[in-house]
């Protein structure tokens, strides 16, 4: 299982939120590229980002800055944040993005997703994010009455890599990942799930490599990083060995 970091980038920084309000950040670095060189040096094989403006104004923000990220470091980087039409896409990935998550545009537009997958085969991950198990999309700010399962169900054969899972409750929270959902949710499909939210210690990561028979194939972590609670070379080393 993958263990891979975060940054989340507001206002050309890096930051973590709390439960996702935008009002409630802790400032990491004024410069993101380096935090990406740090967690490459630490041994991170893939690299997360968020465009944490984009996802607000439904736009690419930081480009500028992401691009400058993607060419500090050799390995795959996965973007979400902003990514609402084919021209935008196209534009990341000619950027040299590997992975694009599509979150938002998957429950107003599942024909989009459909259409980028079959273009950019392997290339697409599906964002779903949730509050006490219902979705939430518009940079977190909108609530639909729909589960995840319900969501990702409809894009069964569609060619997404990957579903990534965030329990909004605990993002930047360090309580704890949701085990429980995220079994539920990667138990429901045949798509993979990456688990994201919650992660404050190795013994979480341990949690969540209990799930890896359910179709778990990864873990997004940040701000347990930046507080020093979680050492990235440990947790990779520990998701190898496949205990804690």
């Known amino acids: 299982m993958i263990v891979i970091p975060a940054i989340d980038i507001k206002d050309g920084r890096c930051v973590r939120l709390r439960q996702g309000r935008m009002s409630e950040e802790t400032v990491f670095s004024d410069v993101p590229e380096e935090m990406a060189v740090r967690w490459f040096e630490c041994g991170a094989e893939r690299l997360h980002l968020v465009d944490l403006d984009g996802a607000v104004q439904g736009r690419p923000v930081n480009k500028e800055i992401i691009r400058r990220i993607v060419r500090s470091i050799p390995i795959p980087v996965q973007l979400g944040g902003g990514v609402r039409d084919m021209s935008i896409l196209e534009a990341y990935l000619d950027l040299g993005l590997n992975y694009l998550i599509l979150g938002t545009v998957a429950h107003k537009d599942p024909g989009f997703v459909m259409e980028a997958c079959q273009r950019f085969p392997g290339q697409i991950i599906l964002g779903i994010d949730a509050r006490e198990g219902r979705v939430a999309v518009e940079g977190w700010r909108e609530e639909l009455s729909l589960s995840p399962a319900e969501l990702a169900i409809r894009f069964e054969g569609s060619g997404v890599s990957a579903i990534i899972y965030t329990d909004i409750q605990r993002d930047g929270m360090r309580t704890g990942p949701n085990v429980e959902g995220t079994r539920a949710l990667a138990r429901s499909i045949r798509i993979p799930v990456i688990a994201s939210g919650g992660i404050s210690g190795i013994s979480d990561v341990s949690d969540i490599l209990t799930l ?13 990083l930046y507080d020093g609670s979680l050492d990235l070379a440990e947790a990779i080393r520990v998701s190898k060995d496949g205990s804690g």
């Open 212 to 224: 890896s028979g359910d179709g778990v194939i990864g873990m997004i972590t940040g701000r347990a």
